[in-house]
Every structure is written in C-alpha cells, then in structure tokens.
T-cell receptor
C-alpha cells in the first residue's frame, strides 16, 4: 500500500521568511512519480512539480525548490522569501508508474503568509 | 483556453435525493477522475476512467456512480446511498491513461463543486 504523510498541518510565517513543507512517502514500488500541488482559496489544485523516482536531481524554479531524498523517502518543498500570494494548501502526492491515475495524496499543509 | 469545467459550484442535496455533478474537459485527455476532499484531509479517489465507456472504482466508490459516454464528459452522481455526501468534489484529467512513463504527465483539476446536505 502507498502512503503520503505531510506531518505539518498548518504553518504560519511572516512575509519574506523561508519555509519548508515536508513530505514523506511509503511505497514498495521501485519506479513512481511524486508531485506537489497548490490549492489556493479558489479551490482548484494547481500542479507545481513532478519528480520521477529514478531522477534524484533537485530542482529550483524561481522562489521554489524541491529536495528529493530517495534514501529517506522524502520530497520536501521550500519556498524562499515567501509572499502573501503563497498562502494556500499544499499537497504532496505519489503515483505508481504501473497504475494509471491512482495517485495517493497527503492530507495537505495549510500555509499562511502574513504581511 | 483548454481546461476542466465543473458545475455547479455549489449544490445542495435533500434527504433521499440523487444529485449529479458535471465535469467537462476540452484538453483531449483520455483519463478522467473524481476526487472527494473533506476538511483537513487529502483527496480520495472515487472513480476514474481511462477511456470512453470504461471506468473503475477508486478507494471510496460506495454511494456514487459515474458514466463516460463521451471523451470530454465524466459526470458523477451522488446517490441516496451515500450517507455523508457533504464534501468538496474535484474532477481531474490527465494525458496518461495507461500507466508507465509519460513525459510531463500530471493532473489537471477543475475548480470543484461544494456539495452540502439540506
């Protein structure tokens, strides 16, 4: 069985602070995808990043960066110099490469960035 | 612009009533999904369809039904058998309907329907 754990239920920071959202996953598969999605107050989830299990290269996109550590089954997400617009619920998700569509989502982390 | 349209945004169900949530996509995606989101929880898969006229149960299919008569449409019916239907329902689609590795594969989501019980 697959499982995704986002231990941080809520995080509150002041604008311009850096913040890291943790994601730990469990799977018996050797190949899989990991995702991060953002859910703003409007409700629609927005794709942020996908990482393949066979590619451990970390990635930076503007103020966002992701640290994939296969050895610890973690896929953490860092926002540098946070902004009020970053306030949202962030979900980490895991999908097997052999089972189309059945992504397993964590319970989400609610990030509040205060001005 | 291509995307997924869910309607209505808000829906109220009376006791014993069936209600249908609409999901339409113009992304030409083969795969479509329905998720349920409860407060403070992640998304749970209700049903998914990899191709027209075919669909599979997800993790919490009891009390729900779907159809996939057209590629662009995947309506969800919440039946009276679903005793706790109050939740936020999200429809999604993706290019990858067969599993395996597909470059740039990801889920595209609609803006959701909030269903409440009167």
């Amino acid at each position: 069985a697959q499982k995704v754990t986002q231990a941080q239920t809520e995080i509150s920071v002041v604008e311009k602070e850096d913040v890291t959202l943790d994601c730990v996953y469990e799977t018996r598969d050797t190949t899989y995808y990991l995702f991060w999605y953002k859910q703003p107050p409007s409700g629609e989830l927005v794709f942020l990043i996908r990482r393949n299990s066979f590619d451990e290269q970390n990635e930076i996109s503007g103020r966002y960066s992701w640290n994939f550590q296969k050895s610890t089954s973690s896929f953490n997400f860092t926002i540098t110099a946070s902004q009020v617009v970053d306030s949202a619920v962030y979900f980490c998700a895991l999908r097997r490469c052999t089972n189309a569509g059945k992504s397993t989502f964590g319970d989400g982390t609610t990030l509040t960035v205060k001005p | 612009d291509g995307g997924i349209t869910q309607s209505p945004k808000y829906l109220f169900r009376k006791e014993g009533q069936n209600v249908t949530l609409s999901c339409e996509q113009n992304l030409n995606h083969d795969a479509m999904y329905w998720y349920r989101q409860d407060p403070g929880q992640g998304l749970r898969l209700i049903y998914y369809s990899q191709i027209v006229n075919d669909f599979q149960k997800g993790d919490i299919a009891e009390g729900y039904s779907v159809s996939r008569e057209k590629k662009e449409s995947f309506p969800l019916t919440v039946t009276s058998a679903q005793k706790n239907p109050t939740a936020f329902y999200l429809c999604a689609s993706s290019t990858n309907s067969q599993g395996g590795y597909v470059p740039n594969e990801k889920l595209f989501f609609g803006s959701g329907t909030q269903l409440s019980v009167l």
